[in-house]
């Protein structure tokens, strides 16, 4: 891998998952196991922001009535009852963790629902970058990590997940996904095990 042809996709990396406060991370994983992966994603950009590699962030943002949403249920329905990812909401935001890096991390807006790449400019940017693989990180595993990593892989793009830059809702999902499914479509590695498949010093 050439960090010139690898983009990094940051997901669901906003208040309404990450924040303390925020109204789903109760949802994902134990705090201390979301605050995990927080951190070590922070040290990966770290680790290559001074580097060729494309980073981007793809929040998922709805409309203040949520017209987006007309299913009776399922993950998107119960997003909205919840009053999650809201526009002009705080808990929309990009963490001030990501926020921080300014413009060295590109957004994509456009975000609605599952995967990253419909209804955005995602797949342009990555054309515009000539990447060729794409690297996964955020929430949550098993529904917008496995849902755009899978859309990456069918444009043919070699696919990472990152096992601890990724939170799961539990445990056992988190190594359902990263033993099973994954595997299926791409790749399973850490962030220090990304670095040094780039040729980059481990943070």
Known sequence: ?????????????????FATDGILRSVLQDGGHVDH???????????????????????IIFSPDYAEVTQSGGIL?????AKAFQFGTTGAATIPEIAAFGDRIIEVPGKRGLNAFTQ??????????????????????????DSTGRAAYERGKSVVVLEDCTTARTQVEQEFFCSTVFPTYGSVMTADALLEELGLQVA
Do not use: W
């Open 37 to 59: 992966v927080l951190a070590r994603t922070l040290q990966l950009i770290e680790a290559v922001k001074d580097t060729e590699m494309l980073l981007v962030t793809t929040p």
């Open 120 to 145: 955005t400019d995602l797949e342009q940017v990555l054309a515009d970058h000539h990447t060729e693989a794409v690297v996964m990180a955020g929430a949550v595993t098993s529904i917008c990590i």
């Open 1 to 17: 891998m050439s960090p010139a042809k690898t983009a990094l996709i940051l997901v669901g990396f906003q208040n309404d998952y």
């Open 77 to 81: 329905r119960a997003i909205k009852d």
